[in-house]
């Protein structure tokens, strides 16, 4: 199977660029701007994914599609998805079916049908998904690159079971960083605009096609996408045969009203998924209170936001906390500990720790 990280590098890429008509009509930025030159067009992606629906069966902390911050629940038609699949014809990355959950699309084997037939190279075409249910056989026909993530529940693991051999599987839980902690509400808009030319989702993920209202709708950015559903607005643009090829400036328009009000670049510390706690800042209040009617729990933030960054990716897996976890745990203890140990004792420890260590060589 041609592997993700064995595709063309984003250079050998040039030739796929495109200039379509500007897309912008915002007033000029000079941060911005300098933050776009920084950022990734949708031509050089690994990957840009199709949501067809927004159902889920889980109700994820800080979820990156926003779902329990939609108002109402929507499903993509075959007809919108054959043509999405359609617009993306040339792309030489993997063209992914995601939700919500898209196993709970009620004419999800019809999608699956309709992506075999239009995408020849099984290894192009990528699910994201956390329970399968029935669906099992299904994916392994159509399927050739599976992202496979039961937040750590019991019946998504089951539902997954023969799928776990075939593609990335993340056991346990998962933490994301918040999205609703605007960058504008936490650093001046220097640094702001500097988060946003780094940010994770646009250099190592993906843009998106939605159906938005009923109309196809192509965005640079799935996170985007993912604020324009929740706030009943549409800022896409129509998703036309090779709308892929143009480049991020051209998406400025996106990138002024979307990335300023987004929590990815801050990397601020997350709740675990169970935990069904979103936490937002003031320009994310209206899409907060939207959480609360679902019977969430919110927290405001209003502390620094370097004190509470993490250092490491904005999806956290559950293996990589727990052993992060475990450290730091075993850390403190032993560190409290010995400092509350007689000097000679600590002499006596680092004396038979060597010890033993010399022996073991020997032998």
């Known amino acids: 199977m041609d592997k993700p990280w064995k595709r063309p590098k984003t250079g050998s890429r040039a030739h796929l660029q495109e200039h379509g008509g500007s897309l912008t009509s915002v007033v000029p930025n000079p941060l911005r701007e300098r933050a776009i030159a920084n950022m990734v067009s949708p031509y050089e992606m690994q990957v840009i994914t199709i949501d067809i629906t927004n159902k889920c069966d889980l109700a994820c902390s800080n979820c990156m599609k926003l779902l329990e911050n939609q108002d109402a629940l929507w499903e993509m038609t075959a007809d919108n998805f054959r043509l999405a699949v359609r617009s993306l014809e040339g792309f030489p990355g993997t063209i992914a079916m995601i939700g919500g959950n898209p196993a709970m699309h009620r004419n999800f084997e019809e999608l699956c049908n309709i992506l075999a037939e239009e995408v020849p190279n099984k290894n192009q075409r990528y699910l994201g998904v956390n329970n399968i249910f029935k669906h099992g056989e299904l994916a392994k026909r159509v399927f050739g690159v599976l992202n496979l993530n039961p937040h750590g529940t019991q019946g998504g693991a089951n539902s997954l079971e023969s799928l776990r051999s075939r593609g990335w599987y993340h056991e346990g839980h998962s933490s994301h960083s918040p999205l609703l902690t605007a960058g504008k509400d936490l650093f001046d808009e220097e640094e702001m605009w500097d988060r946003i030319s780094k940010c994770e989702i646009n250099h190592n993920w993906s843009a998106t096609i939605v159906q938005n209202k009923g109309k196809l709708r192509a965005y640079f950015c799935e996170v985007a996408a993912a604020f324009d559903l929740a706030r009943g ?86 293996q990589r906390l727990q052993v992060g976890a475990k450290q730091e745990f075993k850390y403190r203890v032993r560190s409290v500990l010995y400092r509350n140990i007689p000097w000679y004792l600590r002499q006596m420890h680092y004396e038979l720790s060597r010890s033993l260590k010399r022996r073991r060589f020997r032998n």
């Open 233 to 318: 607005t549409d800022h896409g643009i129509e998703p036309v045969p090779g709308w892929w090829r143009r480049n991020i400036s051209e998406f400025e328009d996106q990138v002024a009203l979307f990335c300023p009000g987004c929590g990815v670049p801050a990397k601020l510390r997350g709740h675990l998924d169970y935990e069904e706690t979103d936490t937002y800042t003031a320009t994310n209040e209206d899409l907060a209170f939207k959480s609360l009617k679902n019977n969430r729990k919110i927290i405001k933030f209003n502390g620094d936001p370097k004190s509470n960054a993490i250092n490491h990716r904005f999806t956290d897996y559950s």
